[in-house]
């Protein structure tokens, strides 16, 4: 069985980063990007990026460039997302999703709360 | 960036009713173009992929349809567990999402 199991949620002060994990079950984590997504409260859906963990390669929301980091480590198939310089505007669920295409698979989602 | 117009924003129905949404790309997508449901507190499902195929283990009463810039999901006969917000997702090149459909049961 296919899982995406993320890390807990966080609370940050404005200006502050924060690194989410996801950890990937049951494939073979090269051979899938992982993309992410995020979602404010009460709003929708808005995609961060994705990244190929095979060879690295990313591609980015114009808003998030140079925000935001995506890395993987294929020896523990594990992909992080880190997004720096917060504001209360970076309050939502981060969702990790397998693909870079269509996503049948997701994390359970994150919350990032940011506040002073 | 490629822009997504999605419509209607919420809608009500009755059990059994049929249920159209639709989906208007800001540029050709061919047929880049995926289905979403999310109900509250949980992660989106995908539904529909490739704008007309159906995902494993979902039901027929869900279909989609469309190339180019236009696309419509469909939901043949609407049924409690249905109620959810509806999303519809481009990747020609980076993705986008709809603006999302609540269907919410009259």
């Known amino acids: 069985q296919i899982h995406l199991v993320q890390s807990g949620g966080e609370v940050k002060k404005p200006g502050a980063s924060v690194k989410v994990s996801c950890k990937a079950t049951?494939?073979?984590?090269?051979?899938?990007?992982i993309s992410w997504v995020r979602q404010a409260p009460g709003q929708g859906l808005e995609w961060m990026g994705w990244?190929?963990?095979?060879?690295?390669?990313?591609n980015f929301a114009q808003k998030f460039q140079g925000r935001v980091t995506l890395t993987t480590d294929t020896s523990t198939s594990m992909a992080y997302m880190e997004l720096r310089s917060l504001t209360s505007d970076d309050t939502a669920v981060y969702y990790c999703?397998?693909?870079?295409?269509?996503?049948?698979?997701w994390g359970q989602g994150t919350l990032v709360t940011v506040s002073s | 960036d490629i822009q997504m117009t999605q419509s209607p924003s919420s809608l009500s129905a009755s059990v059994g009713d049929r249920v159209t949404i639709t989906c208007q790309a800001s540029?050709?997508?061919?047929?880049?173009l995926n289905w979403y449901q999310q109900k509250p507190g949980k992660a989106p499902k995908l539904l529909i992929y490739?704008?007309?195929n159906l995902e494993k283990g979902v039901p027929s009463r869900f279909s989609g349809s469309g190339s180019g810039t236009d696309f419509t999901f469909t939901i043949s006969s609407l049924q409690p567990d249905d109620i959810a917000t509806y999303y519809c997702?481009?990747?020609?090149?980076?993705?986008?999402f709809g603006q999302g459909t609540k269907v919410e049961i009259k």
């Open positions: 540029q050709d997508i061919v047929n880049y």
């Open positions: 490739d704008a007309s």
């Open positions: 990244i190929t963990p095979y060879n690295g390669n990313t």
């Open positions: 049951g494939y073979t984590f090269p051979n899938f990007g």
């Open positions: 999703a397998r693909g870079v295409g269509e996503a049948a698979y």
């Open positions: 997702q481009q990747y020609e090149n980076t993705w986008t």
